[in-house]
């Protein structure tokens, strides 16, 4: 029968971390609904700047011969070498968020090696960065503190290097890897090529009313100083959603391992009881063989 002591000292270190994973649930929680609720906003400005693109884009389509003559909206049939960003949270205790985004990095570069594309890999975030040093994945660019508390200007140095070698034509595209948020228990995958961007989703439709107040012959240059705003809002609002989903992640961990601990107290106080009947049963047999004995 196991030791009352150990027991005991079982109980009382299952109970402290109980403590501690239900204080790291309610923090999480309070920072779920400030980072939910940027999230949100962030989602309405991001989807205004992907419909002032498309018009601007499908006027093009429409109205030139040949179509958009632009490299970051050409489809590259042959690429050479590519650009794959990835977030992962700077803090581990969340569940499964972090290896999620990892697989999906990991099978993104398997299948442009089996292509013969070179890849280069920008980091941000801690955990993600430790994984592929570790697995001695070389990292062309890394960034840490930045998915934990996403900085808008920290953000746009960040992805400028990119966007800049996609123009200078150093690389064929640029890819966004990232777990977003979807609701407060479910996490969503995002793998988004950013450049080029898709030319198939603008309609060439004529609008009767239109968003914008633009001359046509200053569409294009409206659209090649869009694309840059584009790509760094795609990269900003992917550190905001990463977070938002990175708190709902650890919120549901550490509510599951407060429960855990919770089931595992009782099963060590039945376990503790049954111990102590035993001993005492032990000890009153002794005493009444003690007393046979003097009869």
Known sequence: MANLKDIQRQIKSVSNTQKTTRAMK????AKLRRAEELAKRSR??????NQVIAEIAGRIKCNKIGGIDNRCFTKIENPKMVDIVFVTADKGLCGGFNIQTIKAVKKLIAGYKEQNVKVRLRGIGKKGIEFFKYNEVELFDTAVNLSSKPDKSKSDDFIIT???DYKDGKIDALHLVYNGYKNIITQELHVNKVLPVDTEQFECVEQEHSILEIEAQDEEHMLDSLVNKYVEYNMYYALIDSVAAEHSARMQA???ATNNAKEMVKTLKVQYNKARQAAITTELIEIISGVESMK
Do not use: P
């Open 162 to 164: 990119s966007i800049e």
């Open 254 to 256: 550490m509510d599951t």
């Open 26 to 29: 309610l923090v999480s929680t």
């Open 44 to 49: 309405l400005y991001a989807a205004k700047m």
